[in-house]
C-alpha cells in the first residue's frame, strides 16, 4: 500500500490499510488514520493527524508552517477528521499560537480543487468548498456550509451553518445560517431554501426561517433589536436558536 518511491519520515505513524502514491512525502509527527488514501506527489508536514477514510489528491499540501509573520516555528497543529475528500492542489496550514495553535477540517467535507485554508481556521463537517475557495486565517465555517469557486473569506470571519455563498462570493463580514450570498462585496440573497430542502427542513420550520430573514433584513431593526424578535419567535422553532446564537457570538457585523 506504500509505493516504494514515496519517503516516510520514521517518526510518522499510519494506521492499517492506508495507501501512499508514488513521490509522496509525510513528515515526522504526522498521523494518519486507518483506510485513508493518499495519493502522487503529496506533501504532508507534521504536526498533523489526519483521520480516517480520507481521500487526499495529488498534489496537496497539508501541514505546512502558517503563511504569517508573526510565525516562529512554533510546533502548531492541523487536525483533519475523518471522510474527508481533498482534491488536487489543497493548501492547508498549521496554525499559530495566537489563534490557539489548530488548524482543523472536520469529518466528511468535500474540498474541491485549488482551495486554500490558512491558520487558525475551523471547518466543521459536511461541508462543501467549490475549486479556488480561500479562507484567510482565523475564519470559522459552520456544519453544511456551501461555498462556491473562487469565494474568498477575510480573516476572521464566520460562515453560519446551512449558509450558501455563491461563485465569486468577496466576503468581508459573518454570513449567518441559513442565508444565501453573493457578490463582491458579499450582499445577502435570501433563505438558503434548496439546502434546508435537502437536508429535511420541514416546510414549517423553512416558513419561520423566512419569518427570520424578513426581521433581520427588511425589517429596519438594528441587529439588537432583531435579536430581541427572534428570539421571542424561537419558541415556535428550536431551528432559529442556531441563527440567535451565530449572531449573539459575530464580532465583525453580517453582511447586508
Request: aromatic content about 8%.
Amino acid at each position: 500500500m506504500i509505493h516504494q518511491a514515496a519517503i516516510i519520515d520514521p517518526n510518522a505513524k499510519l494506521g492499517s490499510n492506508v495507501s501512499v502514491g508514488p513521490y509522496s512525502i509525510v513528515g515526522a509527527d504526522v498521523e494518519i488514520g486507518d483506510g485513508t488514501t493518499i495519493g502522487p506527489h503529496v506533501v504532508i508536514e507534521g504536526p498533523t493527524r489526519i483521520g480516517a477514510e480520507n481521500k487526499i489528491y495529488q498534489f496537496a499540501s497539508l501541514g505546512g508552517d502558517p503563511q504569517d509573520k508573526k510565525y516562529a516555528d512554533e510546533p502548531t497543529l492541523l487536525e483533519i477528521g475523518d471522510r474527508n475528500v481533498i482534491r488536487e492542489y489543497c493548501t492547508f496550514s498549521r496554525g499559530t499560537t495566537q489563534g490557539g495553535n489548530l488548524t482543523k477540517l472536520g469529518d466528511d467535507n468535500w474540498v474541491m480543487a485549488y482551495v486554500h485554508i490558512a491558520h487558525d481556521c475551523i471547518v466543521g463537517n459536511n461541508t462543501i468548498f467549490a475549486n479556488g475557495t480561500s479562507l484567510a486565517g482565523h475564519v470559522t465555517v459552520d456544519d453544511y456550509s456551501i461555498l462556491g469557486g473562487f469565494t474568498l473569506v477575510h480573516q476572521f470571519c464566520s460562515i453560519g451553518a446551512h449558509a450558501f455563498c455563491g461563485m465569486g462570493s468577496a466576503i468581508a463580514k459573518d454570513v449567518p445560517p441559513f442565508v444565501m450570498v453573493n457578490g463582491n462585496p458579499a450582499h445577502p440573497h435570501g433563505l438558503n431554501s434548496e439546502g434546508l430542502k435537502r437536508r429535511g427542513y420541514s416546510a414549517e420550520a423553512m416558513s419561520t426561517l423566512r419569518k427570520a430573514y424578513k426581521v433581520l433584513y427588511r425589517s429596519g431593526l438594528g441587529l439588537g433589536e432583531a435579536i430581541r424578535v427572534l428570539e421571542e419567535m424561537s419558541a415556535a422553532c428550536s431551528e432559529l436558536n442556531i441563527l440567535i446564537e451565530f449572531l449573539q457570538r459575530q464580532t465583525r457585523g453580517i453582511v447586508r
